[in-house]
Every structure is written in structure tokens, then in C-alpha cells.
């Protein structure tokens, strides 16, 4: 192997200057894992392309020596995506990281595939427009697409697939392709945007991004509700989903969940069942949708609701909200965090809460529960000891579990954080025969199953 990796570095100086490849040792530990539970496995190299040429001759070096490549955007991913498989080589595309162009006309931007969200909102600031997939995380947008993200304004403002217009992507033999145009809509050919975003870098690598962007609303309030139960807060959610009430984020988080967030954020929020929502429009138009949820709120027992109206309350809400993977990182030192995530259709997703609170319990393991309720996507956050088998098992099947009550229901085993090697166990469960049609999609474009092997589906 050892002679495999040295004919492999030798080559790729051909391609890339010294400081653009490396096999030190802690670069390689820094690309063997991600944000997940999942075991880390050093890859045997890392290179840092500047340019999509780079990347195809990089891609073709690798298709000529049958070494596997893992696409790597910054590791946030969560299913253990970028966790080499075996003897690989990783693409890191931070260096690849340019805004190329704001159509503010248009309401798009052509990105890069290392440009991060919060680097984007920045830039599009001074248009007075922004991007609104967020997964609470400042991942690429490379990563967000590979993965199909969404996050907090999904319910409004839809997720990762429907933001994207156009990608350009080196295929497995170093081809490159582009997946779309920059029109609103089009009837021409078969939806390649819909097949490579989500695609986790088993069908190509994603060099340059066309995003579809918004303009900054007129007014934006957010609101805190407290509720006795989390079955009345979902009913509330479900009522004013029904009541057409515009709402652009709408997230719950459980009782264990508040007290987690108010060790860690400084806060002093109620620790009973929470809405954290966000309402976006004009003066008159928000007024009234702001009336109108408090009264559908007040029919399911709403505690109280808590508005914030300025930039800084808003933003102490919403990071108390994002920063609470990390409050349960910090409320339990020594344990690693273990995230689920399933999607129901919304009408299952009491029923869900309360099935995920029971094997919560049932299980004895420390956790809360929080999610994009308006789209039916829910998380538990387990704190596990990685250290003691007994746990890790309770936690598998707790996790197999809630998926198998989401698949029965017409639901997903992953709502957002995608398939890697993690939920790649529910994928025959989940599609059925139509497995078999991704199995020979990936045989087209991935012969030698050299693209991010032994994630979403097992390649030939």
C-alpha cells in the first residue's frame, strides 16, 4: 500500500504545487472524521485544489490508478459522509472558495463549492438580498448541496434542492458537466439537479454552484410560545400551517432541550415545550399574521409569547436555537453526541414526539428532542458514552427504532443530515425496488465506485 500512496503522491505533484498536497499526519487526522458518532479513518492523502481543472486532473490521476476520492467541504456533516471507507484519496475545497458572481437582477449568485453560508450572507448584505438554507451549522455550500441541507427556514423558503439552479461537476472520469441553466424553469431534459444535489459525492464532485437568493424582508419578527405539552405546541403548529398563516421558521424544542439552552446561552426562558418562530413581510401583512398565530396559539393552551422586535433580541433567540447541539456538547463533558433525524408527513408528528420521548426514556439515556416542526423533520440529541458498548447499543436501537415508526408512516429515515454510512442500513427498507434504479445510476456514472464509496448505497 505504502508503494501505491508514494506512486500516487509522486503524480500528483504533476497536477498540484507542494503546498496544495500533503500526507503529515495531523492534516490527515483533521480530514478522518466529521461532526458524527461514527468511527474516524484517516484517508491515505489530502489535496487542495484551486480550480476545477485542478480537481478533473486530480479525478482523472485517481480513475487511471483506481484510488477512491472523498469530496471535503469543512466536516460538519453528520452521518459520517466524509469518513474515508478505505485507501482514498481527499479533496479538501477550501482553497476553492470565491463568490464569482452576484445577479442581484436575477436573485442569484455563482459560487464556488468552499464558500460558507455566513461568508455569503455577508456579500449578499450589500444587495439587500441573503440566502436562506440554514442548517445552524457554517458549512459550505458545496456540503449543503452534496447533502441536501435545509434548517430553520425550510417551511418558508424551502431547502438545499430548490435553491439550486445550476451546478458544474467533474464527474468520475474527470469530465465536466453542468446540471442546469440559470433560468426560473425549464422542461428540457431529465432534472440532473435533482439527482447530484444529495448525492453525497458518490456521483461527482461539485466545482462551482448557481443559487437561487432573496431579498431581506421588510420587517421580521420572531417569537418565543411556551406550551404545557409538546403535543399541544405540534397541534398549534399543525392549526396554523392550516390557517395558511406565512410563517418562516417555526422550530421546537423540548423541555430538557430549554434547560440545556439556558445553562449554556445565559438565558432565562421557560423550561416547558417551546415554539422558537420567525414571521417575514411588511408592516400591515405581518401585523396581522402575527394576531392571527397568537389566537390560533391561545385555542391550543399557550403558557405565553415572548416577541422580540430588534436585530439583537432576534439574534439571542436564534443562537440560543442553533447553539444547542453545543450547549448538550457542554452540559455533559466526557459524552459524545449522537443527532438523529427523521421526517414525517406533519399530521404523524405528535405521535412521533411522543413515541421519540418514550424510547428516550425507555432507554435511560440523557437527551432532548428539537426540530423543524413545520416540515415534520424532528432530532433527538443523545449523549452517549463511547466508551461503554451497552450505550452505543441502546442508542442504535433507539435510533432504528424511531426510523422504522417514520418509514411505516410515509415517512424518511433522514429528514436533512443525508444517508453517508449511517443511514445507509434503512435504504432497501425505505425505497424498495427503486434501490435497485440508484444501484445502476451509480454503476453509469461511478464504475469503479471510486467517488465517496460505501455511502448512501453500496456500490459494484
Not at 105 to 123: A, N, S, Y
Not at 267 to 274: A, I, S
Not at 291 to 305: A, N, P, Q, R
Not at 368 to 378: A, E, K, L, R, S
Request: hydrophobic content about 35%.
Amino acid at each position: 500500500m505504502q508503494t501505491e500512496i508514494k506512486q500516487v503522491v509522486d503524480e500528483l505533484h504533476n497536477i498540484l504545487r507542494q503546498d496544495q498536497l500533503s500526507t503529515n499526519e495531523t492534516i490527515l487526522q483533521e480530514h478522518s472524521s466529521d461532526e458524527s458518532y461514527h468511527t474516524p479513518s484517516p484517508p491515505d492523502a489530502v489535496v487542495f485544489p484551486e480550480t476545477t481543472a485542478e480537481v478533473s486532473e486530480v479525478v482523472k490521476l485517481a480513475d487511471k490508478l483506481g484510488v477512491p476520492i472523498v469530496p471535503y467541504g469543512l466536516g460538519s456533516s453528520l452521518e459520517g459522509h466524509v469518513i474515508p471507507s478505505a485507501y482514498c484519496i481527499t479533496i479538501d475545497f477550501s482553497l476553492m472558495n470565491q463568490i464569482l458572481e452576484v445577479r442581484e437582477k436575477d436573485f442569484l449568485v455563482r459560487v464556488q463549492p468552499g464558500v460558507t453560508r455566513t461568508q455569503l450572507d455577508k456579500e449578499l448584505k450589500k444587495y439587500g438580498m441573503f440566502f436562506p438554507v440554514d442548517p445552524g451549522a457554517d458549512a459550505t455550500l458545496g456540503g449543503m448541496a452534496a447533502t441536501n441541507a435545509s434548517g430553520t427556514m425550510s417551511v418558508r423558503y424551502g431547502i438545499m434542492r430548490d435553491q439550486v439552479r445550476d451546478l458544474e461537476i467533474v464527474l468520475a472520469d474527470g469530465s465536466i458537466i453542468r446540471s442546469g441553466n440559470m433560468a426560473e424553469k425549464s422542461s428540457s431534459g431529465y432534472h440532473l439537479n435533482g439527482l447530484f444535489v444529495g448525492s453525497e459525492g458518490t456521483l461527482g464532485c461539485f466545482t462551482e454552484l448557481t443559487l437561487k437568493v432573496h431579498g431581506i424582508p421588510e420587517q421580521i419578527m420572531a417569537a418565543r410560545a411556551s406550551f404545557p405539552s409538546v403535543d399541544e405546541a405540534v397541534e398549534a403548529v399543525v392549526a396554523i400551517q392550516q390557517a395558511g398563516v406565512p410563517v418562516a421558521r417555526m422550530e421546537l424544542v423540548d423541555e430538557p432541550s430549554m434547560t440545556q439552552a439556558n445553562l449554556y446561552s445565559d438565558t432565562d426562558y421557560k423550561e416547558v415545550p417551546t415554539l422558537f418562530l420567525e414571521f417575514h413581510g411588511n408592516e400591515a401583512g405581518l401585523k396581522h399574521d402575527i394576531e392571527f398565530t397568537e389566537e390560533i396559539m391561545k385555542d391550543f393552551g399557550c403558557l405565553e409569547v415572548a416577541f422580540e422586535t430588534d436585530t439583537a433580541g432576534r439574534n439571542k433567540l436564534w443562537e440560543a436555537r442553533h447553539n444547542l447541539l453545543y450547549a448538550y456538547v457542554h452540559g455533559y463533558p466526557g459524552r459524545k453526541l449522537m443527532i438523529t433525524d427523521v421526517c414525517l408527513p406533519v399530521s404523524e408528528l405528535a405521535g412521533a414526539l411522543r413515541h421519540a420521548r418514550e424510547q428516550v426514556e425507555k432507554h435511560g439515556l440523557p437527551g432532548g428532542i428539537t426540530g423543524h416542526v413545520g416540515d415534520g423533520n424532528y432530532h433527538i440529541f443523545l449523549m452517549l458514552d463511547a466508551d461503554n458498548p451497552e450505550e452505543m447499543k441502546k442508542a442504535e436501537r433507539l435510533n432504528e427504532e424511531i426510523v422504522t415508526y417514520a418509514l411505516e408512516r410515509g415517512g424518511t429515515c433522514t429528514g436533512e443530515h443525508g444517508v453517508g454510512s449511517g443511514k445507509q442500513k434503512y435504504q432497501q427498507q425505505e425505497h424498495g425496488e427503486a434501490l435497485a434504479v440508484m444501484e445502476k445510476i451509480k454503476q453509469v456514472l461511478d464504475p469503479k465506485n471510486l467517488m465517496n464509496p460505501g455511502k448512501i448505497i453500496k456500490g459494484k
